[in-house]
């Protein structure tokens, strides 16, 4: 199987995972309202998630080739992607469970999350 070219693939990645923090951004304003609160907070755990098995596949798996900008960039968005991977497990755990210190991780996870896909923007968007 031919790699898709980094200009096709980047971008619906991105795609992918801005609607994962679109959804997790929505999930925190609407905390209030529990069904509509775990509604989106699911749907953006599974874009997360599948966003993610997209990523190791390609990259483990198939082993396509990676374009970046910057090496320095890219490890630590990967240092941030692990963080934020199991910042988000932890987070809908807690969730789950009706942990109290649920609100709390929430308010970590976002602006990991937002870091995470800025340093993945700028590291990885081919120019």
């Known amino acids: 199987m ?3 070219p ?3 693939l980047y971008p619906v990645y991105l ?3 801005g609607g994962a923090f679109a959804c997790f951004v929505r999930a925190y304003r609407s905390r209030k309202d529990t069904r509509r609160h775990m509604r989106l907070a ?3 755990l599974a874009l997360d998630l599948a966003g993610t098995l997209v990523v190791l596949l390609v990259h483990r798996v198939l082993q396509w ?9 890219v490890h630590w968005h990967r240092r941030a992607a692990y963080v934020s991977s199991g910042l988000l497990l932890l987070t809908a755990f807690a ?3 009706r942990l109290p210190w649920h609100p709390w991780l929430g308010r970590i996870l976002l ?3 937002a870091v995470t896909l800025a340093l993945a923007l700028y590291g990885y968007w081919p120019y």
């Open 42 to 44: 699911l749907t953006g």
């Open 95 to 97: 969730g789950w469970r």
């Open 15 to 17: 795609l992918v995972m």
């Open 65 to 73: 080739p990676w374009d970046y900008n910057d090496l320095e960039v």
């Open 6 to 8: 980094p200009a096709l």
């Open 111 to 113: 602006p990991t999350y």
């Open 2 to 4: 031919a790699p898709l």
